[in-house]
C-alpha cells in the first residue's frame, strides 16, 4: 500500500513586485516570496523543494529588482537536483518606453554540468506594451561571462559520487530578456519571464511560465512550468532541464 502526505509550504518575502497590478510605490521595497515541499513513500520515496524570493523598488526614474531561488530534489534516495541563483537589476528610465539596465546574475546547479556560471551584462531595454492589465518588455545586451564546467562521475545506480571540476574560462556574451504578465481577471495572473546568454563556452537558455491565483489579499496558488537549456553542458549530462511546480504565493503591500 502506498501511502503519501504532500505538504505545501509558503515562504514569506521580504519586499517587491508579485501579484498586485501595477508598479510598486516609491522608496519602498514590496514583493512576494512563494515555496512548495512535496513528500511521498512507499513504492517511492521522493522529496523536492523550492522557494523563490522577487523584490523590486523604484525611486524616481530607477527601478532595482531581485531574485533568489533555489531547488531540490531526491528520489529512492538518490539526490537530482541542487540548484541555487540569483540575479539582481537596476534599470534606469530614459522615456516612458526606453531604459538601460545593468546587472549580474550567478547559478550554482550540482547537476547542470557547470559547477557555477556567472554574469555581469548592460544593455537597454524597451517596454512594448505597459498597462494596468499587461505589460511586455524587452532587453538587449553584452557582457561578459565565466564558468566551470563539471564532470559528474555516476554509480550503477545513477547517484552521482564525484564531481570533477574542468578549468574555468570567461568570455564575452550577448543577453536577451523578455518579461511578460498579464492579469486575466483580478484574482488570475499569468507571467513568462524568457532570458537567453549566449557566449563562445555556451549558450544558456531559461525560461519560467507562471499562473497565480488569489486565494485573498495576501495568499494566491502558483502553478510554474521552468526550462533550462545549456547548449554545451560536461558529457554525460543532459541539455535540457525541466520543472514543474505547485507553490502557495505569500504577498505584502
Given at each position: 500500500?502506498?501511502?503519501?502526505?504532500?505538504?505545501?509550504?509558503?515562504?514569506?518575502?521580504?519586499?517587491?513586485?508579485?501579484?498586485?497590478?501595477?508598479?510598486p510605490p516609491e522608496g519602498l521595497w514590496?514583493?512576494?516570496?512563494?515555496?512548495?515541499?512535496?513528500?511521498?513513500?512507499?513504492?517511492?520515496?521522493?522529496?523536492?523543494?523550492?522557494?523563490?524570493?522577487?523584490?523590486?523598488?523604484?525611486?524616481?526614474?530607477?527601478?532595482?529588482?531581485?531574485?533568489?531561488?533555489?531547488?531540490?530534489?531526491?528520489?529512492?534516495?538518490?539526490?537530482?537536483?541542487?540548484?541555487?541563483?540569483?540575479?539582481?537589476?537596476?534599470?534606469?528610465?530614459?522615456?516612458?518606453?526606453?531604459?538601460?539596465?545593468?546587472?549580474?546574475?550567478?547559478?550554482?546547479?550540482?547537476?547542470?554540468?557547470?559547477?557555477?556560471?556567472?554574469?555581469?551584462?548592460?544593455?537597454?531595454?524597451?517596454?512594448?506594451?505597459?498597462?494596468?492589465?499587461?505589460?511586455?518588455?524587452?532587453?538587449?545586451?553584452?557582457?561578459?561571462?565565466?564558468?566551470?564546467?563539471?564532470?559528474?562521475?555516476?554509480?550503477?545506480?545513477?547517484?552521482?559520487?564525484?564531481?570533477?571540476?574542468?578549468?574555468?574560462?570567461?568570455?564575452?556574451?550577448?543577453?536577451?530578456?523578455?518579461?511578460?504578465?498579464?492579469?486575466?481577471?483580478?484574482?488570475?495572473?499569468?507571467?513568462?519571464?524568457?532570458?537567453?546568454?549566449?557566449?563562445?563556452?555556451?549558450?544558456?537558455?531559461?525560461?519560467?511560465?507562471?499562473?497565480?491565483?488569489?486565494?485573498?489579499?495576501?495568499?494566491?496558488?502558483?502553478?510554474?512550468?521552468g526550462v533550462r537549456y545549456n547548449t554545451?553542458?560536461?558529457?554525460?549530462?543532459?541539455?535540457?532541464?525541466?520543472?514543474?511546480?505547485?507553490?502557495?504565493?505569500?504577498?505584502?503591500?
Open positions: 500500500m502506498i501511502q503519501a502526505r504532500w505538504m505545501i509550504l509558503a515562504m514569506l518575502p521580504w519586499a517587491a513586485t508579485a501579484l498586485a497590478d501595477g508598479a514590496q514583493g512576494a516570496g512563494q515555496g512548495g515541499l512535496v513528500v511521498s513513500s512507499g513504492n517511492t520515496s521522493a522529496t523536492s523543494a523550492n522557494a523563490k524570493i522577487d523584490l523590486a523598488r523604484v525611486d524616481g526614474p530607477w527601478k532595482n529588482t531581485l531574485f533568489v531561488g533555489g531547488l531540490y530534489g531526491r528520489t529512492n534516495g538518490i539526490q537530482n537536483a541542487d540548484r541555487l541563483e540569483a540575479r539582481y537589476r537596476v534599470d534606469h528610465s530614459i522615456d516612458d518606453r526606453l531604459f538601460w539596465f545593468a546587472g549580474i546574475d550567478g547559478v550554482r546547479d550540482l547537476f547542470s554540468g557547470f559547477a557555477y556560471q556567472a554574469t555581469a551584462s548592460g544593455g537597454i531595454g524597451y517596454r512594448f506594451v505597459a498597462t494596468d492589465a499587461t505589460s511586455l518588455s524587452g532587453t538587449l545586451g553584452v557582457g561578459y561571462q565565466r564558468l566551470q564546467p563539471q564532470q559528474l562521475v555516476k554509480d550503477a545506480s545513477g547517484a552521482v559520487v564525484a564531481r570533477i571540476n574542468d578549468p574555468a574560462s570567461g568570455s564575452a556574451v550577448a543577453t536577451a530578456g523578455l518579461e511578460y504578465a498579464h492579469a486575466l481577471t483580478k484574482s488570475t495572473k499569468v507571467t513568462d519571464k524568457f532570458n537567453v546568454t549566449s557566449g563562445s563556452e555556451d549558450t544558456a537558455v531559461a525560461n519560467d511560465v507562471g499562473l497565480a491565483v488569489s486565494m485573498s489579499n495576501r495568499l494566491a496558488l502558483s502553478v510554474g512550468f554545451k553542458p560536461a558529457a554525460g549530462v543532459k541539455k535540457l532541464d525541466q520543472v514543474t511546480t505547485i507553490n502557495v504565493v505569500y504577498k505584502i503591500g
